[in-house]
């Protein structure tokens, strides 16, 4: 039996194990090319074995069955339970207005997972970059991209302007586009929730909640406010507020603490070493999540996941890169990487490890695709020889 089940919380994973593979659009097949001898290596190398089930999703399912998201590519994500995939496109005429949004609240992957860390060697615009080691969550299935906005002169829109002058005496621009930005207590404390976990179990010393509340006081107000809350509530005796931790320092508990999106944007640039675990909302969340990545390097060394109740979708998290497919050019790092963060879900940590080693080694010893090779100024080796180093490197 190789399906992995979900009981009681956890997550059943025999040590050979159908994980799904969607390859995606542009860029996507090379990368998997390159990728998925390594991921089967380190795999085997550390015991276990991965069944690949294909799924269609993006362009290439649009050609093949219609549609841009095939109702069997869900049904086997939920089969399967986990699943790693290239970079989508959403074809002209699909009817959805992103295939990575319909993907999440298709399968309800409510947490937008990101890990950010410095490998050494690697190219980096900012001088310390090797003090930045976070993770970031970010709230999947709220805010700005919950996707309820009507265009400009448009009847919801008119009819909305006008509700909201006779209803709630708010004066918006006619002819304006209106959108909604809804942000819940529940959705927001099961984000949050998901982070305090996750840091205490890997004993990070704080987790920091990003928001606006001071312009935004009851959506992203509401967000710090219910993080505060949830911490209080559910670990008195492992977290603790910053507020109450500043006097005592030497305090063992986790601290949460939280910041202004603006102000966090440059004290990740300024003091990254004082931030390891962040919990944001969607937009703030995706923002803070590429910079960061620039910080390292950039996309091609940023792994991601996207996670529901006993369900993990792991991603690239660049785009297709069309104007770079079939060129033999890109990175796959953040493709392997997203592997290695599957394996951790799969408490597959030594398999994932030795992803995470070559793919440094390989780096160090001056093997760099051309995103990362004209940081550095050296010569760039093709994708396919940068796959084929850090194999030998497993």
């Avoid at 992103?98 to 993907?103: D, H, T």
């Avoid at 909305?160 to 006619?174: C, N, Q, R, S, V």
């Avoid at 050019?329 to 290695?340: D, H, Y």
């Amino acid at each position: 039996m190789t399906i992995i089940s979900y009981e009681n919380g956890q997550l059943i994973v025999p040590p050979k194990a159908s994980l799904v593979k969607i390859e995606g659009d542009g860029v996507g097949p090379e990368i998997w090319r390159a990728s998925q001898p390594i991921l089967e290596e380190a795999a085997r190398l550390s015991g276990f074995e991965i069944v690949w089930v294909e799924a269609l999703a993006g362009e290439a399912a649009f050609k093949a069955t219609g549609s841009p998201l095939p109702l069997e590519t869900l049904a086997a994500l939920k089969r399967y339970r986990v699943g790693l995939k290239g970079p989508l496109g959403t074809p002209t005429g699909g009817g959805l207005k992103s295939l990575n949004v319909a993907l999440r609240k298709a399968l309800d992957l409510y947490a937008c997972v990101r890990p950010v860390k410095s490998l050494p060697g690697a190219p980096s615009p900012v001088k310390n970059a090797s003090d930045v080691d976070m993770i970031v969550f970010r709230e999947n299935s709220e805010d700005v991209y919950a996707g309820l906005e009507w265009p400009a002169q448009s009847p919801e829109a008119k009819k909305l302007i006008k509700f909201a002058a006779e209803e709630l005496g708010a004066e918006i621009a006619p002819g304006s586009a209106v959108g909604l930005k809804p942000m819940s207590e529940a959705a927001s404390k099961r984000l949050i929730r998901l982070a305090i976990e996750w840091s205490l179990k890997e004993k990070r010393p704080s987790l920091t909640l990003v928001h606006k509340g001071n312009i935004m006081k009851f959506t992203e107000g509401g967000f710090r406010g219910w993080g505060y809350e949830l911490a209080a509530a559910e670990y008195p005796d492992r977290v603790v507020a910053e507020a109450i931790a500043l006097p005592r320092p030497t305090e063992s508990r986790l601290i949460v603490k939280d910041r202004i999106a603006d102000a966090m944007f440059a004290e990740v640039l300024l003091r990254p070493a004082e931030h390891s675990a962040i919990a944001a909302p969607n937009l703030n969340g995706d923002y803070l999540s590429d910079a960061l990545a620039g910080q390292i390097g950039g996309l091609g060394l940023a792994p991601g996941a996207n996670l529901g109740d006993g369900i993990g979708l792991f991603e690239a998290t660049h785009g297709t890169v069309p104007a770079r497919a079939g060129l033999n050019m890109v990175n796959p790092s953040s493709l392997l990487l997203s592997g290695a963060l599957a394996f951790d879900y799969l408490g597959w940590a030594q398999a994932a490890q030795r992803v995470r080693a070559a793919i440094a080694k390989a780096i160090q010893d001056g093997l760099m695709t051309y995103d990362l090779a004209r940081q550095a100024q050296i010569e760039p080796v093709t994708l396919s020889a940068f796959g084929e180093a850090v194999l030998a490197r497993l």
